[in-house]
């Protein structure tokens, strides 16, 4: 067996020996771990959650004086009495208010994003929409996202990632790219963590998506990537 078909099966297995719904929540651990993007008490928005490995982790996190709010387009089971879930979608202004009211004029503390869209097989087009999701969570972190707070957004690596990354550079005082253990060597995405919000973000330049055409590459990398996440 090669090394990393190892390492996901070792994540697989120990998610499923300690219940969690998804091998990504070693990922958000491990994050956590290196980075303390959040503690006990904390308000903590997941976009893109299901289904629910990412909010497992919050939740025990935060604990029950904190407060999980997670939205996704499918349905997700309920995680934990702190946890709040909408399904739905978060281009939608509808979501972000939906987000607003729960939060009750106070901020996050941290918006996590591990969001992958349905991808088209189109290698061009799927990172394009990916990083056009990653956008909108940039976008939506002003009126969620308290100054000092912390963000997490998974992006596919390609043309626009590095736009993405002087954004969030504007966004916030610090900026590591991450690649946690649980992530597959071989798989596009990386982890962008911003720490110490400013409290404003930049405008962003571009919203055209590329006109489909093939590309040598296959999307079955990426695909296979965030499916085997689950
Ligand atoms: C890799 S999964 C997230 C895994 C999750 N972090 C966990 O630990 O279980 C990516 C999710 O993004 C969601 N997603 C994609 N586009 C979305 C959108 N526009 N609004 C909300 N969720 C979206 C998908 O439905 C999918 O469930």
């Not at 929540?25 to 299901?50: P, Q, T, W």
């Not at 919050?58 to 997670?70: K, T, Y």
């Not at 390609?158 to 946690?180: A, H, Y």
């Amino acid at each position: 067996m090669r090394l990393e078909e190892a390492k996901r099966d070792y994540y697989r297995r120990r998610a499923k020996e300690e219940g969690y719904r998804s091998r990504a929540a070693f990922k958000l651990k491990e994050m956590n771990n290196k980075y303390h993007i959040m503690g006990r008490g904390s308000k903590i928005v997941d976009i893109g959650c299901a289904p629910g490995g990412w909010l497992q982790v919050s939740s025990e996190l935060v604990g029950n004086i904190g407060q999980v709010i997670g939205v996704d387009l499918d349905p997700v089971k309920s995680v934990a009495k702190n946890a709040i879930i909408f399904q739905d979608d978060i281009t939608s202004p509808e979501t972000s208010e939906k987000i607003l009211r729960v939060l009750r004029g106070d901020k996050a503390g941290a918006v996590l994003a591990d969001l992958s869209p349905k991808l088209s097989g189109i290698w061009d087009m799927d990172h394009y929409k990916q990083i056009d999701l990653c956008n909108t969570v940039v976008d939506v972190l002003p009126s969620m996202l308290k100054e000092g707070g912390a963000c997490v957004i998974k992006a596919f690596q390609g043309d626009e990632l590095q736009g993405l990354i002087q954004r969030l550079k504007k966004s916030f005082n610090r900026v590591e790219i991450s690649k946690p253990n649980a992530s597959r060597k071989e798989s596009s995405e990386v982890y962008l963590v911003g720490l110490d919000f400013t409290g404003q973000v930049p405008e962003r330049h571009s919203e055209v998506l590329p006109s489909s055409h093939s590309s040598e590459e296959s999307s079955d990398s990426i695909e296979s990537d965030w499916q085997q996440s689950l």
